[in-house]
């Protein structure tokens, strides 16, 4: 058995190999992998270009449009009156990022783009639109995957880039106050200047906005550390679709004052008010933090190393993610570079973050020496040296972009039973067969969170209807959930039903109807 030394753990890099090919490794990480930081998340406005713009929503989808005023000239005329003609975007050409999402899947045909720079702006915007029946899409950094952020026909889009201040930081309380449209990256490096940090991380926080990642309820690589994100969540400030501001903001962690109405616009979408500004309790950054990459040679010893994680690295177990080969296959292809463990069908990275050095280094040592004992691990690096935890990491977190690099990708985000987890990515490559590039998953095993992707040279329709709604049923046969932390947006509204009872979506239509009830926010999304 291979001793794992906490000399050089602490040193930041150590290695454990069962073959002398495999020697490598340690040199590898020792000359430092290439670093993508500033490449692998760029703004992802841009990366629709592969495949070109994909044909209307409204026409690919057959989607009636709803009866909603046409945009005139004097409702022109007044938006600009309320946000300067220097923020509203009319150009045809400027506007095609904002009616884009970027997996090119969906687009809208908005003749109009406001950008406020207040709740008070929103509020005048959304009173107006109110009273004239004009359609509304909200919308933050566009980094969704479900078609939730751009127009279906020809709503305006109320972009809340603007929006973007973080309020304070308090260091003694851990809450972080910002508004809707601040860049979930800025608020992570001013939360560290006081040795705080964001209870989200997502591949995409150098676009996404944290107002976004509230509206879907988002998770990101660290709900096994800190939970999903509405758990985290103090307090909001939602304008109505009437234009009415209702302030929904605490302090506390505790504040049992009746309803939790906040809830109500986490997860919503947009469909129910939108997120002005928000409160979030952030945790004391860790002292220490380990990865792992480790190369396992089936699934079941995938669940197997799991449970041992939980079991051996306990408090200070913060993310278990999983990667199948083909999608490591994909981000290696498309980005130029080695990985430090291959050839298995199989990986893992593990992360720890804690308070004391050596304490969690002897903790993963004891983990890996079992793993490694028991045959479960086959192969793997470890590093706690800040860089090279970033280009571990890096092996996961390109994935998306190398998958949309083929050319276009079919994503679906579900949550599935764990001994069930990846079977479905089984089951859909029989399925469609040589129609796709690659089939593939990757994704959140600590919460049971698939990222299940079938790429493709060029969006096809028969490829479409081969998976869906395919995927749907297998998940809901599974007792899974058609959605882990993407949302509904467009792209599932008929496939709600497969993970709620129809009293529950009745319920959601009635709380619609309550607080929007001429339907101008988010139209098309979320319910049919």
Known sequence: MIVFCVFCVVLGIGSFVRTSENQQTWMMLRNGLKTYQSRVYQKLSRTYKTS????????????????????????????????????????????????????????????????????DEVSTILKYCNDNKIAVCPQGGNT??????????????????RLNKVLSIDEVTGIAVCESGCILDNLEQQAKEV?????????????????GNLSTNAGGLRVLRYGNLHGSCLGVEAVLANGEVLDLMSGFKKDNTGYHLKHLFIGSEGTLGIITKLALLCPPAPKAVHVAFLGISSFDDVLKTFVSA???????????????????AASLEHFDTKSPVDGYPFYMLIETSGSNEAHD????????????????????????????????WSLR????????????????????????????????????????LRVCGYGHL???????????????????KAIEPFVFEYTSQLKGSVSAEHGIGFLKTKYLGFSKPQNAINMMKSIKQLLDPNGILNPYKVLQ
């Open 52 to 119: 070109g713009i994909p044909e209307l929503t409204q026409e690919r989808h057959n989607v009636k449009r709803g009866n909603y005023a046409v945009l005139t000239d004097k409702d022109v005329g007044f938006f600009e009156s309320v946000v300067g003609s220097n923020h509203t975007i009319k150009e045809k050409d400027e506007l095609q990022s904002y009616n884009v999402d970027f997996l090119r899947s969906v687009r809208g045909n908005s003749q109009l783009v406001l950008k406020p720079g207040s709740v």
């Open 144 to 161: 969704g995957l479900v078609g939730g952020s751009v127009p279906v026909c020809d709503e305006i889009v109320l972009s809340l880039q």
């Open 195 to 211: 040795g705080l940090v964001v209870p989200i991380d997502l591949g995409a926080k150098q676009s996404c906005h944290v107002g």
């Open 310 to 328: 939980k079991r051996h690295l306990g408090e200070i177990l913060s993310s278990c993610e999983m990667l199948d080969a083909n999608s490591l």
């Open 361 to 392: 280094a002897e903790k993963f040592n004891t983990f890996l020496e079992i793993g490694m004992e028991s045959g479960e691990i086959c192969d793997g690096t470890i590093t706690s040296d800040p860089g090279k935890v970033k280009e571990i």
């Open 397 to 436: 977190e390109r994935v998306p972009l190398a998958l949309i690099n083929d050319g276009y990708c079919f994503k679906y985000d579900i949550s599935l039973p764990l001994r069930r987890f990846y079977e479905i990515v089984e089951v859909l490559e029989k399925r469609v067969g040589k129609m796709s």
């Open 446 to 464: 600590g919460d049971s969170n698939l990222h299940l992707n079938v790429s493709c040279k060029e969006y096809s329709n028969e490829l479409y």
